[in-house]
T-cell receptor, first 111, second 111 residues
Framework: SQQGEEDPQALSIQEGENATMNCSYK?????LQWYRQNSGRGLVHLIL?????REKHSGRLRVTLDTSKKSSSLLITASRAADTASYFC???????????FGKGTMLLVSP | DGGITQSPKYLFRKEGQNVTLSCEQN?????MYWYRQDPGQGLRLIYY???????QKGDIAEGYSVSREKKESFPLTVTSAQKNPTAFYLC??????????FGPGTRLLVL
């Protein structure tokens, strides 16, 4: 079953602009994670935010979590062409690390 | 060079044939996972194993089988019972950090 749903499905921006992706989920969670996937490759972990955290930063990434609305957002600041990829949110409702992934947001950053 | 490897990169299956996808990790992780990814979709969990000699079904286990005889290895067999096997298969491992490390994937095509 699909727990997380990302929005928008696709996003096209210019280099230097910020990119914001949103994720909504259905059940209570232990943590929420964001992953990145370049075309035809495996996923790479970006950032994990726990249910008792509201905001987290890692380099140009900023993640927020609103458990009352069951939603999260990923902000990539000053985007680069190399940020072009699909971005997935994943939730861990059980605490046993069986992640449930959304369908992803495809980000295209044009030079 | 630590990491998680999958082979082959591409695999062709004939009707009625069983095929096995390899997944090996040298990260000393206890947990390993198999996911299926269809075009434009998120990842769906096939099987997972949290310890050697033990594994559990995920959301879409029908038509697949696994074994976990060694900590480093978690092969996935796509049986003839899986009527729509064409997909991108991703293996991942997790070692207590709650984040998963992914292999590069195997693309399975039906002849």
């Amino acid at each position: 079953s699909q727990q997380g749903e990302e929005d928008p499905q696709a996003l096209s921006i210019q280099e230097g602009e910020n990119a914001t992706m949103n994720c909504s989920y259905k059940t209570s969670i232990n943590n929420l994670q964001w992953y990145r996937q370049n075309s035809g490759r495996g996923l790479v972990h970006l950032i994990l935010i726990r249910s008792n955290e509201r905001e987290k930063h890692s380099g140009r990434l900023r993640v927020t979590l609103d458990t009352s609305k069951k939603s999260s957002s990923l902000l990539i600041t000053a985007s680069r062409a190399a940020d072009t990829a699909s971005y997935f949110c994943a939730t861990d409702p059980s605490g046993y690390s069986t992640l449930t992934f959304g369908k992803g947001t495809m980000l295209l950053v044009s030079p | 060079d630590g990491g998680i490897t999958q082979s082959p990169k591409y695999l062709f299956r004939k009707e009625g044939q069983n095929v096995t996808l390899s997944c090996e990790q040298n990260l000393n992780h206890d947990a390993m996972y198999w996911y299926r990814q269809d075009p434009g979709q998120g990842l769906r969990l096939i099987y997972y194993s949290q310890i050697v000699n033990d594994f559990q079904k995920g959301d879409i286990a029908e038509g697949y089988s696994v074994s976990r005889e060694k900590k480093e290895s978690f092969p996935l067999t796509v049986t003839s019972a899986q009527k729509n096997p064409t997909a991108f298969y991703l293996c991942a491992s997790e070692g207590g950090s709650e984040t998963q490390y992914f292999g590069p994937g195997t693309r399975l095509l039906v002849l």
